[in-house]
């Protein structure tokens, strides 16, 4: 089976999807826009062949390089896991006559406006929500939608962009800022504890799937950098708080129509236990949350990705062992990271649940915490029991110190 895989060297955990795929036996082609010698050790050991693009964001172009670069080999399957690349994989898909998500279908993932209107079609609630490219239509919407209002890109990530609006003071504040924003989405502001529901799908059935607690809410994570922001693995899936974000999972995936791979939703939960579906990426999440699955499950993700794609099914047992906190801390003050503080002190506390540590070392740079979600590094930990695994995580985020001179 041939399978092309854009970007196999980028982001950081392509190389071991690219790994997982060759594994389960695929003929792996990468297409990328990294010269060769760029490319991860662990990527260019798993590939068959790597064709060099000069852009992946031209797609017209990326056609034609491929289809001289591949004369005549027959390709099974085009994958991508990465969001920009997404619509790029569609669109080769049907150029190429491949099997897999259409453009049709990709693009309700990708546009964050046509994606809800997909599931309100179908009964799914969403947050009241208006599509708007003028100050004027946005004023109009706020109206309708009512304070408090998230505005946030029509195709955003990263949570650029991305604001909570109180009041019209601040929506005449916050509108200058959106001003490079083609195009955004106004929506009612949901109040509540929020979630991912995670899958490998295969033609359409979800083989695997994984659910994650953010602690505190990604906006508010990303709004204040003295935060330690904490993803948690859950293993108790079978909780009730979880069933109807479960079953809101499973009938977006239906309605979107999606086929094989890696599902990344993100859903809310209010206090009046009724839940709001956020968004969904078809593809995997990032800021290594796949090796939370990894570490929660004692499995080779990767892999049940791969034989996913090149067997029609995950073929690996699957038991939940462990809750796995990942908290990402973010170093105080500005330059290279000078100390550490309370490393020592955890670590005797509990390092035996500590699975990764990826934190800087004293001497290296500062990573912009706007930017990147590792921040500057991470602690991965698990235990099989919740509380102790929450007690665990707020130990790291309050009692762990970075700071940079
Ligand atoms: N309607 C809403 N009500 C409350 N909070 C919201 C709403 N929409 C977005 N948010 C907050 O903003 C964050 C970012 O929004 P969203 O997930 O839609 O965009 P994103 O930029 O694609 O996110 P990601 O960080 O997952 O790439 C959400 O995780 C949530 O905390
Ligand atoms: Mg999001």
Known sequence: MNVIILSPGYPADMPEFTRGLAE??????????QPPA?????????LSRYVEVRSLWDSTAVTSELRKALHGIEVDRIECLWEPGVMLAAELRQHFGVDGLGIEQAHRFRDKEAMKQALDAAGIRTPRHVAVTSVAECFDAVEKIGFPVILKPIDGAGSADTYRINNADELRDVLPRLRHVPSISVEEFVDGEEYTFDTITIGGEIAYFNIAKYRPRPLIARSNEWISPQVIALRDVDHPKLADGIAMGRAVIDVLDFDTGFTHMEWYRKSDGEVVFGEIGARPPGAHQVDQMKYACDFDVFRAWGNAITHGEIGLDIERRYNVATIYKRAKGVGRISRIEGADALQKRFGEHVVWNTLLTPGTPRRDWMKTLVSDGF???????????????????????????
């Open 379 to 405: 602690i991965m930990l698990r235990h099989p029991n919740l509380e102790e695994t929450i007690a665990m995580a707020d130990a790291v985020g309050s009692e762990l110190h970075l700071y940079a001179e």
């Open 24 to 33: 389960s036996g695929a003929t792996v082609i990468g297409v990328g826009d």
């Open 38 to 46: 760029a490319l991860p050790e662990l990527v260019r050991h798993h």
